[in-house]
């Protein structure tokens, strides 16, 4: 475990350094983000000025979900994108062969091996609306601190979904545009579950586990979410990154490398 942290500081103090090296792009990313918030807080709005709510979500409450979810991309554009965007690249280009020979786990590797600061911003912006919002409910720090669990799950489903379809990159190298159908489908988690329709709602939760992102964190914040809910999030997480590390297995059987 040691050596694996040690690892990991190493790989992040070298792309933290690299990416300084044009700090514009913290400035352009910033604006990006800031657009974009006030782009879905325009959206939420339209709803909410006539007096219409989401079913049992007041102003205030699907801002909670709005934050979280602007969290979410924050730790998408940080973490997941720079490392799990790059695995069609090194199928593409024959560099996936030096990773696997390297003395550690491959899909460590190429899970945490970089990292983007530009993602900071929807960071800092999420918690900013789920701070704004919390005041205005009296959100105790106990609630806050609960909500960090099904958070939590919902970031290791997010990594799990997108790792396992970048494995299928061993078969279909031009897989890029499947994240970005991905990407797309998780922008449904912006609004709370309930915003949508029966079939949807059905769909955002049992084939496609969006409400698990923000809908269930959401409601662990605001003291409402029933403890059945917690645990699927646990066993939908536990479950899908242990079939990320078995699919990933699976798919390097396949793997024939730049030189075979």
Same mark, same amino acid.
């Given at each position: 475990?040691?050596?694996?942290?040690? #690892?990991?500081?190493? /790989?992040?103090?070298?792309?933290?350094?690299?990416?300084?090296?044009?700090?514009?792009?913290?400035?352009?990313?910033?604006?990006?983000?800031?657009?974009?918030?006030?782009?879905?807080?325009?959206?939420?709005?339209?709803?909410?000025?006539?007096?219409?709510?989401?079913?049992?979500?007041?102003?205030?409450?699907?801002?909670? #979900?709005?934050?979280? /979810?602007? =969290?979410?991309?924050? /730790?998408?554009?940080?973490?997941?994108?720079?490392?799990?965007?790059?695995? #069609?690249?090194?199928?593409?280009?024959?560099? =996936?062969?030096?990773?696997?020979?390297?003395?550690?786990?491959?899909? %460590?590797?190429?899970?945490?091996?970089?990292?983007?600061?530009?993602?900071?911003?929807?960071?800092? %912006?999420?918690?900013?609306?789920?701070?704004?919002?919390?005041?205005?409910?009296?959100?105790?720090?106990?609630?806050?601190?609960?909500?960090?669990? &099904?958070?939590?799950?919902?970031?290791?489903?997010?990594?799990?979904?997108?790792?396992?379809?970048?494995?299928?990159?061993?078969?279909?190298?031009?897989?890029?545009?499947?994240?970005?159908?991905?990407?797309?489908?998780?922008?449904?988690?912006?609004? &709370?579950?309930?915003?949508?329709?029966?079939?949807?709602? %059905?769909?955002?939760?049992? #084939?496609?586990?969006?409400? %698990?992102?923000?809908?269930?964190?959401?409601?662990?914040?605001?003291?409402?979410?029933?403890?059945?809910?917690?645990?699927?999030?646990?066993?939908?997480?536990?479950?899908?990154? /242990?079939?990320?590390?078995?699919?990933?297995?699976?798919?390097?059987?396949?793997?024939?490398?730049?030189?075979?």
């Amino acid at each position: 475990m040691q050596r694996y942290l040690k #690892v990991l500081r190493l /790989f992040w103090s070298a792309a933290i350094a690299a990416e300084l090296e044009y700090r514009i792009n913290f400035l352009i990313a910033t604006l990006s983000s800031l657009g974009n918030l006030i782009g879905s807080l325009f959206g939420l709005f339209l709803f909410y000025r006539t007096g219409y709510t989401f079913s049992g979500w007041s102003w205030e409450e699907a801002l909670i #979900v709005l934050g979280i /979810f602007t =969290l979410l991309q924050g /730790f998408s554009a940080t973490f997941l994108a720079p490392n799990l965007n790059r695995i #069609v690249r090194h199928v593409q280009e024959g560099t =996936l062969d030096f990773v696997l020979l390297k003395p550690i786990r491959s899909q %460590f590797w190429l899970s945490i091996h970089t990292l983007s600061p530009w993602g900071l911003p929807d960071l800092i %912006f999420g918690g900013i609306i789920i701070g704004y919002a919390g005041k205005r409910l009296s959100i105790g720090i106990d609630k806050y601190l609960l909500s960090i669990v &099904p958070l939590f799950f919902g970031l290791v489903i997010l990594y799990s979904l997108w790792f396992i379809l970048g494995s299928l990159s061993i078969w279909f190298v031009k897989i890029y545009n499947v994240t970005e159908v991905l990407r797309g489908l998780l922008e449904a988690g912006r609004y &709370p579950i309930a915003a949508y329709p029966a079939t949807y709602r %059905f769909f955002f939760t049992f #084939v496609m586990p969006v409400a %698990f992102l923000s809908t269930v964190p959401a409601e662990v914040m605001l003291g409402r979410s029933e403890s059945s809910w917690l645990i699927g999030a646990a066993i939908l997480a536990v479950g899908l990154f /242990f079939v990320s590390t078995w699919f990933w297995r699976f798919a390097l059987r396949f793997y024939t490398s730049a030189s075979s």
